[in-house]
């Protein structure tokens, strides 16, 4: 979700860097309620949190915070929480007051996360409340499962759902939105940026590449090391100290919405978050 700004050696892009005492990561969520860095370049993906949650999205902050939200099969709303990827645990912060935000990214020239629901809402949320404020309603889009926030086009590319494939989108921090393309893989739940490279990841464990003027993808690489569909992707803002704290954003559970299952499988078309694709 966040791009990494930081870690290019010798001509390839590092997803994991240790630098000193400092690294910088990128990361998946998976629906078994792991958090985890993936290598892009091996497609290793190697779990750090294991406490369980149903996760639907992740986010890094410009300090390296962390959020992440799922959907609530009960209907209640999502929940924003503190994670730490340490001590693996998890504090609440508060309820987002809004169900299915299953896209979760910040724009870090205001250090603000947004949000997308499954029924076109684009969202900024308050991270000391959960709260989180409609800043407008998308025609033609519903979240496939992420957002990123691109500073070369200052938006955030975003993909919305069809029953058979993935459409990229852009959407401004006012909440502009246009339609760039489709994808071509279905169940695109997570989005990384990683220098130009613009990574997709869908809830099978393919690793894509998606052209940012045609919204095309190009199968890349299977993900290892899962043993949960992937829901949701993002990147640390910088290289940071061990032991580092990071926050999440999580809401329990799973939605059923017309022929689509979202529980970051809503997020995902019939998938049940925290079910094998």
């Given at each position: ?13 590092v ?56 959907v ?105 939105a ?14 990384i940026?990683q ?44 290289a ?38």
């Amino acid at each position: 979700m966040k791009k990494l700004v930081t870690a290019i050696i010798g001509a390839a892009v590092v997803t994991l860097v240790t630098s000193g005492n400092a690294r910088a990561a990128s990361f998946l969520a998976t629906g078994d309620g792991k958090v985890g860095t993936i290598d892009t370049s091996t497609g290793s993906f190697t779990p750090v949190f294991t406490n369980g949650v149903n996760w639907g999205d992740i986010g890094f902050s410009n300090t390296n915070e962390l959020f992440g939200d799922s959907v609530n099969i009960n209907g209640d709303p999502d929940q924003l929480y503190r994670v730490n990827l340490d001590s693996n645990t998890l504090t609440l912060i508060g309820d987002l007051g809004v169900q299915n935000v299953a896209g979760l990214d910040f724009n870090p020239t205001n250090n603000q996360v947004y949000g997308t629901t499954f029924a076109g809402g684009f969202y900024n949320i308050n991270t000391s409340t959960g709260a989180a404020t409609l800043v407008a309603n998308i025609p033609n889009f519903s979240t496939a499962g992420d957002i990123v926030f691109d500073p070369g086009t200052n938006a955030f590319f975003a993909t919305s759902f069809t029953p058979t494939d993935s459409t990229l989108f852009s959407i401004a921090p006012n909440g502009t939105a246009s339609q760039i393309g489709n994808i071509g893989f279905k169940n695109v739940f997570g989005l990384i940026e990683q220098g130009n490279t613009l990574y997709g990841f869908t809830a099978d464990g393919k690793q894509i590449t998606i052209d940012k003027t045609t919204g095309l993808g190009t199968f890349d690489r299977n993900v290892t090391g899962l043993t949960g569909t992937i829901v949701g992707a993002s990147s640390e803002a910088t290289a940071v100290p061990e032991p580092r704290s990071v926050l999440g954003v999580v809401a329990g559970g799973i939605l059923l919405t017309g022929s689509a299952i979202k529980g970051r499988f809503i997020k995902k078309t019939k998938i049940t978050k925290g079910a094998t694709c």
